[in-house]
């Protein structure tokens, strides 16, 4: 069996990641939208849930704004945003960007993108400074902490499957997100 990590498991790490590194979390659209607020979500993060492909670019502005900023998204979420990703590499911009890689769109019908374990990094080709592919927590985790400590753009392709039970949607609206998030970046950094 491959090792991989759920999205739950994702969520909840990139999630406590952001909150204790003070950086505002920027969410594609999907399954991983509702992990995140499964998990906790938090006043830090902003959820997509119309804009498939721009979770990058969104933060990408956060980052050249002033908060460096971190970008989840799903690999369908990641494949129609790729100029976004190129945009980040070749500017040098420092965020981090990570894309769970379970091969699908799933929360559309499970069409197929590619195999997991293929994932192609295209971070390296864009110029990100670092890029890694993980397949279990601990590795993520490190990955993470890694990432606060880059200069450049990081990359993390984060190896998952199809098949895990999605969880529920949320009763915030998109209203409500930015609203919260409108509040925190009010807070000193």
């Known amino acids: 069996m491959t090792r991989h990590v759920s999205r739950a ?6 999630l406590a990641w952001t909150a ?16 995140v607020v499964a998990a906790g979500d938090g006043d830090h993060v902003v959820h ?7 979770a990058p670019a969104v933060a990408a502005g956060m980052t050249l704004a002033g908060r460096p900023a971190a970008a989840l998204e799903g690999d369908g979420n990641h494949l129609m945003g790729l100029s976004g ?11 981090t960007h990570i894309v769970h890689w379970n091969g699908g769109w799933e929360s559309t019908g499970g069409q197929r993108v590619v195999d997991p374990g293929c994932a192609h990094d295209v971070g390296a080709t864009f110029g990100y400074a670092t890029t890694e592919t993980v397949d279990d927590p601990a590795a993520l985790q490190e990955a993470l902490t890694s990432a606060a400590n880059t200069d450049g753009p990081t ?10 039970p999605p969880a529920p949607r949320s009763a915030l609206t998109m209203t409500d997100f930015t609203t919260r998030f409108r509040h925190w970046t009010k807070t000193p950094t």
């Open 20 to 35: 204790d590194t003070g950086r505002p979390l920027v969410v594609g659209n999907g399954f991983l939208s509702r992990e």
């Open 48 to 54: 997509l849930l119309a804009g498939m492909g721009l």
């Open 85 to 95: 990703t190129a945009t980040i590499g070749l500017a040098g911009i420092p965020l």
């Open 155 to 164: 990359l993390i392709h984060v190896i998952g499957a199809m098949g895990d």
């Open 9 to 14: 498991a994702l969520a909840s790490a990139v």
